[in-house]
Antibody
């Protein structure tokens, strides 16, 4: 059974940093692209970024709103995905989900974690 | 960036109603569109991908159609468990984007 479990959320002051983790199981993690998606309280979904796998040189893509402040990384030996968030702003307050993109005639996200809440406030 | 406009943003309907949600893209995205259902406090769940392909395990009352810039999600006969928020997502190009969501509530 595929499982994605996020952790690391919490309260942080504006300008601070936080690192989120996503523990994956039930599939060959090293073969997969992985993404982060966030959802501000009462708002819609916002894609944050993607990391590709080793054969694609771990290249990344980011939303403009987080480019230069957030970094996605992975440790395939630990089946884990990370989101390092620096220079946090109040508008980064959201539930953060890791999600697995899958390709079957087109891309879509077939599995999501349960989410972890990040609150940026003084 | 590709903008996705969902309509309506809120919909009130009764059990057994036929419900249609529209998602319009600001430029053509072929069939690179997915639909998700989200219930309060839960992660989204994929219903439809490639605009019209039903994800395994999703009831057949959900259908997706469209290509290019206009897409629809139809629920043929609304069931109690279908009251939720529905999101469209384009996966044609980066940055990936979502529509604003459609909340379906009980009339």
């Amino acid at each position: 059974e595929v499982q994605l479990v996020e952790s690391g959320g919490g309260l942080v002051q504006p300008g601070g940093s936080l690192r989120l983790s996503c523990a994956a199981s039930g599939f060959t993690f090293s073969d997969q692209y992985m993404d982060w998606v966030r959802q501000a309280p009462g708002k819609g979904l916002e894609w944050v970024g993607r990391i590709r796998q080793r054969e694609n040189r771990f290249t990344t893509e980011y939303a403009a709103s987080v480019e230069g402040r957030f970094t996605i990384s992975r440790d395939d030996s630990k089946n884990s995905l990370y989101l390092q968030m620096n220079s946090l702003k109040t508008e980064d307050t959201a539930v953060y989900y890791c999600a697995r993109p899958r390709y079957s005639s087109a891309w879509y996200f077939d599995y999501w974690g349960q989410g972890t809440l990040v609150t940026v406030s003084s | 960036d590709i903008q996705l406009t969902q309509s309506p943003s809120f919909l009130s309907a009764s059990i057994g109603d036929r419900v249609t949600i529209t998602c319009r893209a600001s430029q053509g995205i072929s069939s690179h569109l997915a639909w998700y259902q989200q219930k309060p406090g839960k992660a989204p769940k994929v219903l439809i991908y490639a605009a019209s392909t039903l994800q395994s395990g999703v009831p057949s009352r959900f259908t997706g159609s469209g290509s290019g810039t206009e897409f629809t999600l139809t629920i043929s006969s609304l069931q109690p468990e279908d009251f939720a928020t529905y999101h469209c997502q384009q996966l044609d190009s980066f940055p990936l984007t979502f529509g604003g969501g459609t909340k379906v509530e009980i009339k």
